[in-house]
Structures are given as structure tokens and as C-alpha cells.
């Protein structure tokens, strides 16, 4: 029994790691062309107004709840005991909050300008190593999107 | 109703000021998703299921935030603010807040 166990586990970790980085690849392929071609669209984080003639056109929001993966979360589970920088999880949340900015992007193309964005981090979910809580995490950007009256 | 993160709507004057406005929900996760998820969580990536649960109570927290703001009497929501927070586990309570304003 504890040597089914065993394989399962390593097969899992085996999956998670192939799997897991295959998407994060096609994941970060996705998300640098798609900033390439939204470059146009300014986000901007500050409540100060800029300068110049535009009219806002409504809210424009973008979310994302992302999962890491079996392997990670081992490493992660690892990481816990020595402490310091977990590499595994920022590259997830960088890739959460990019998703994020870029959908909140794509739900209003004819926007010039998004102002005051604001990016929200929420964990869901339980965050445990355990088998049954699904560790998952929400990342929420918005902001006002506005056309240039040039 | 507008909405806007903004201070204030460019161009347009503020003739009367309502105070806060809030709009809340919680929503506990569905099973068939939460299946899914699990699977999802061996491989890692995005839970689509999820991503739509959470838009959709957004969506209503904001509604009920609009409801409150036109039973005032207003027409606009500035400086909106959106907040997430895991009460219990498997649940997520939505919250979105703002201040009610008429403008002209």
C-alpha cells in the first residue's frame, strides 16, 4: 500500500511538472503578445488626472483565478520548512495579475485610456497541502476607461 | 448609473452628495466546479469555472451597490472600490463600495 502510495505521488508530481510548465510557457507566450498588441492602451494607476480632453465611457473590469500546480505546491510545501523566495508562486501571480490587466483591457478595445486602475489579490479557497481545499487565487483589475478627445 | 474609479466625472459638476454606498455578497462554490477544479489543481492554470462565479457575484454585489445608490437618488458612483475575502472555506464574499453622488 505505502508503495502505491508512493507512485501516485510521484506520478502526480511527474504530471504536475510537465503539465504545469507546458501551460506556463503557453501561458506566458499568450500573455506577451497580447501586451504587444494592446501596448496602445494606457493603464493608469494614479487618482491624479491627466491632462488633456477625454470622456469616460464606464467601468471596465478583468479577473482571473488561477491554480498552481501539484509540483509547485510541493516545492512550495518544501520552501515553508527553510523559508525565503518562493520563485513558483511569484511567476503565478505575475501571471494572474498580467491576465487580469490584459482582460480588463480586451472587455473595452475602443478605449484610449484606463484611469485609476486598481488591482485586487484575494486568496480562495483554502491554501492548505491538503487533498481536498483547492488552492487557487483571484486577481480583479479596474479601472475607469476613457476615450481622448483629441 | 455611472461608475467610475475616478474622484470625480470630467466635465461634469457634482450637485448633490449621498454618502457611501455598498454592495455585498458571499458565494460558496459549486460542485460539479469544484471537481474540475481539483483536477485543475494537479496541472495548475486557470479555473475557468471559478473566474465565472466570482464575475458573476461581482456583477451582483455591484447591482445591489447600484440599488441602494438609486434608491437615494443618484445618479453616479464615484471612486468605485472592489474587495475580496475568503470568509469560510469554499466560500467568497464579493464586495464593491463607492460614493453616491448626482451630477448634472
Known amino acids: 500500500m505505502a508503495n502505491l ?3 501516485v505521488f510521484l506520478s502526480l508530481l511527474l504530471l504536475g511538472y510537465l503539465v504545469g510548465s507546458l501551460l506556463e510557457w503557453r501561458h506566458y507566450r499568450s500573455i506577451q503578445q497580447r501586451e504587444a498588441a494592446l501596448i496602445h492602451q494606457a493603464t493608469i494607476p494614479s487618482e491624479a488626472l491627466p491632462v488633456g480632453k477625454y470622456q469616460p465611457i464606464g467601468l471596465a473590469t478583468g479577473s482571473v483565478v488561477i491554480s498552481v500546480d501539484y509540483f509547485k505546491r510541493f516545492l512550495a510545501g518544501l520552501r515553508n520548512i527553510v523559508g525565503g523566495r518562493i520563485t513558483a508562486y511569484e511567476t503565478l501571480i505575475d501571471r494572474a495579475r498580467r491576465e487580469a490587466v490584459l482582460r480588463m483591457k480586451e472587455s473595452t478595445p475602443q478605449a484610449d485610456m484606463f484611469l485609476n486602475v486598481r488591482i485586487e489579490t484575494a486568496a480562495v479557497g483554502s491554501q492548505h497541502l491538503s487533498k481536498r481545499g483547492v488552492a487557487c487565487l ?3 483589475a479596474y479601472g475607469t476607461a ?3 478627445q483629441a | 448609473m455611472e ?3 475616478l474622484q ?3 466635465g461634469k459638476r457634482i450637485v448633490e452628495h449621498y454618502g457611501l454606498v455598498t454592495g455585498s455578497t458571499i458565494r460558496a462554490k459549486h460542485v460539479g466546479r469544484d471537481i474540475m477544479a481539483g483536477v485543475k489543481n494537479i496541472f495548475g492554470g486557470e479555473l475557468r469555472g471559478y473566474t465565472e462565479l466570482l464575475k458573476e457575484s461581482r456583477e451582483e454585489a455591484t447591482q445591489r451597490m447600484i440599488a441602494e445608490a438609486t434608491q437615494m437618488g443618484a445618479n453616479a458612483i ?3 472600490r472592489y474587495a475580496t475575502s475568503a470568509v469560510a472555506p ?3 464574499e464579493l464586495f464593491a463600495y463607492g460614493t453616491a453622488v448626482r451630477v448634472e
Request: proline content about 5%.
Open chain 1, 5 to 7: 502510495d508512493l507512485i
Open chain 1, 138 to 140: 483571484e486577481v480583479v
Open chain 1, 146 to 148: 476613457v476615450i481622448s
Open chain 2, 3 to 5: 461608475l467610475t474609479t
Open chain 2, 8 to 10: 470625480l466625472i470630467p
Open chain 2, 78 to 80: 464615484l471612486n468605485l
Open chain 2, 90 to 92: 469554499g466560500a467568497a
